[in-house]
Nanobody, 115 residues
């Protein structure tokens, strides 16, 4: 059973930074794309960033220039570095990891940007 465990969320002031991590609880398991999505209060879940197993990245417009996604394939871990955070970035952030057969999701980590 694959489990994804996110960490790194919290409360940060506007303009601050956070680094989210998401580790898969398996070894010897190869994922294709991995990524991050978020759900703000009262809104639909939206894609934030994706990264292929070859390192190709993609970003939603909301995070371009501020967010950086990366991954460590040996550790089956994906990261999201978030800089210049804004109050509108407040949301629960979820990671996902995809195989050719299934998409796995983490339980989410809360990010709150507030002064």
């Amino acid at each position: 059973q694959v489990q994804l465990v996110e960490s790194g969320g919290g409360l940060v002031q506007p303009g601050g930074s956070l680094r989210l991590s998401c580790a898969a609880s398996v070894r010897g398991f190869s994922f294709n794309a991995m990524g991050w999505s978020r759900r703000a209060p009262g809104k639909e879940r939206e894609l934030v960033a994706t990264i292929t197993n070859g390192g190709r990245t993609g970003y939603a417009d909301s995070g371009k220039g501020r967010f950086t996604i990366s991954r460590d394939n040996a550790k089956n871990t994906v990261y999201l570095q978030m800089n210049s955070l804004k109050p509108e970035d407040t949301a629960v952030y979820y990671c996902n990891a995809d195989t050719s057969m299934k998409q796995y999701w983490g339980q989410g980590t809360q990010v709150t940007v507030s002064s």
